[in-house]
């Protein structure tokens, strides 16, 4: 019984089963002006397990847009989720191969606590870019 415990405490944060869409850029100059769609699988106030059909690389950030207003560990995850342009944004953490051409990525959400988000500060540039792209 003391095994079972210990492994359901190995997580920070409790993981929800919670589907729904998604809207994602991948922030990298060549990708960054395609707004990609997939769906969650599960979320929790650190990250976020989504289903998309594009891949991925490890380490990549990744901007994620899906409806937050209805989960009620969102008012948490506001607090501490680094949001840009009401959207979320995290790291590519884990990739697996799902069911037909689709991925299971794993999303460790950036926290406004993070020591140096200066090395995100180059990729989010492709970000803003794409906004003013679309104001013109």
Not at 75 to 94: P, S, T
């Amino acid at each position: 019984m003391e095994e079972s415990k210990g492994a359901s405490e190995r997580r920070e944060f409790i993981r929800l089963d919670y589907t729904t869409p998604i809207a994602y850029k991948v922030c990298r100059e060549e990708t960054i002006s395609k707004l990609l769609e997939g769906y969650t699988a599960n979320v929790s106030q650190s990250g976020i397990l989504c289903r998309i059909k594009d891949k991925v690389q490890p380490d990549d950030l990744l901007w994620i847009s899906f409806d937050r207003a209805t989960l009620t560990i969102c008012a948490d995850l506001e607090r501490r989720a680094f949001i840009y342009q009401n959207g979320i944004i995290g790291k590519v953490v884990r990739i697996e191969p799902a069911q037909q051409e689709e991925y299971s990525v794993g999303v460790q959400f950036l926290t406004r606590e993070e020591k140096d988000l200066t090395h995100i500060h180059p990729k989010l540039y492709f970000i803003s870019k794409s906004k003013e792209e679309k104001d013109v």
